[in-house]
């Protein structure tokens, strides 16, 4: 059975990465999400956080790009290249972290609201829609600024505000699969709360679940961006720490554009590239857009 079952797993996923790679748009962002990964996981053998220190800068402060520095320097003479290279640890762990804090709150939220019909949805919901109504940015801005601006609180921020379009969608998709005559037949045979909604809902909602946390991510990495710019996070080193600092030093005035067009442009890339994978996965797993781009 165990070898059926794997020759089972290979063929279905032979079969997704031959329909994702259709999709010429995903593999592009695929591609740039690996080289920026894998940078990012690499760069304590290269550099560490002295990069950021000022006392030990050696560049000219406010020199433009050259042989030297490539991406030029900032106001107290730290290589751009290297400060961007060291936050894209910060950026992407708060935004892996953060998605996946929010798509487990929604998916737990979401599946108990789907599976249980009574009070407990009920109130579940009502749950839901009271955050929903809440503007998240706003949100999180404050309890970062009450909590302090950690790392780890930057992630709960971002996840504790984001989670409710994913428990509306997995609740959505969790009904779906339960009314199906073998959920029926489970129940028949004695299957329990926690058999139907780990042995039959969540392997149903978990392409839907993978889509969206690539959606997630980016999201959650223009939030941590925007409440480092807004000055909540004490992170030495991000994208939006730079950023900040770059309108902090007065970069535009002083004609320093590569102060912020190069963190700018990364968060950009980034953000795209975790979008256009995202919309990948949904038409490959979705089996309507499927038929409607067919």
């Not at 919901?125 to 955050?131: A, I, K, L, S």
């Not at 699969?177 to 329990?192: C, H, Q, W």
């Not at 600092?245 to 004609?255: E, L, Q």
């Amino acid at each position: 059975m165990s070898s059926v079952a794997t020759s089972r797993r290979r063929l279905a996923f032979s079969r997704f990465w031959g329909s994702f790679r259709q999709e010429r748009a995903g593999m592009a962002g695929l591609v740039l999400l690996v080289v920026a990964v894998v940078l990012a996981l690499v760069a304590p053998l290269f550099i560490d956080d002295s990069v950021t220190s000022v006392v030990r800068a050696t560049g000219k402060p406010w020199a433009a790009p050259s042989l030297d520095h490539p991406f030029g320097t900032d106001e107290s003479g730290r290589s751009i290249l290297l400060m961007v290279w060291w936050g894209s640890r910060t950026s992407l762990l708060i935004g892996f972290l953060a998605a996946l804090l929010s798509i487990v709150i929604g998916m737990v939220v979401g599946i108990a609201a789907g599976h249980f019909r009574g009070w407990i949805g009920a109130v579940l919901m009502r749950v839901t829609d009271w955050f929903l109504v809440l503007p998240s940015l706003i949100t999180a801005l404050v309890l970062a600024a009450i909590l302090g601006g950690s790392t780890l609180t930057i992630i709960m921020a971002i996840g504790v505000t984001t989670w409710p379009s994913t428990a509306r969608l997995i609740r959505a998709q969790t009904l779906s699969v339960e009314a199906r005559p073998y959920i029926e037949r489970s129940k028949a045979l004695g299957g329990g709360h926690w058999h139907i909604t780990t042995k039959h809902v969540l392997p149903n909602v978990a392409p839907l679940l993978l889509a969206s946390t690539t959606l997630e991510v980016a999201s959650a990495i223009v939030t941590e961006s925007t409440l480092a710019f807004l000055g909540v996070s004490s992170n030495k080193t991000s994208w939006g720490t730079m950023l900040r600092a770059s309108y902090d030093f007065g970069a535009p005035t002083k004609g320093a554009w590569w102060y912020i067009l190069i963190p700018g442009l990364c968060i950009l890339a980034v953000v795209m590239a975790f979008t256009l994978v995202g919309r990948a996965l949904e038409a490959v797993l979705n089996p309507r857009l499927r038929k409607a781009g067919a």
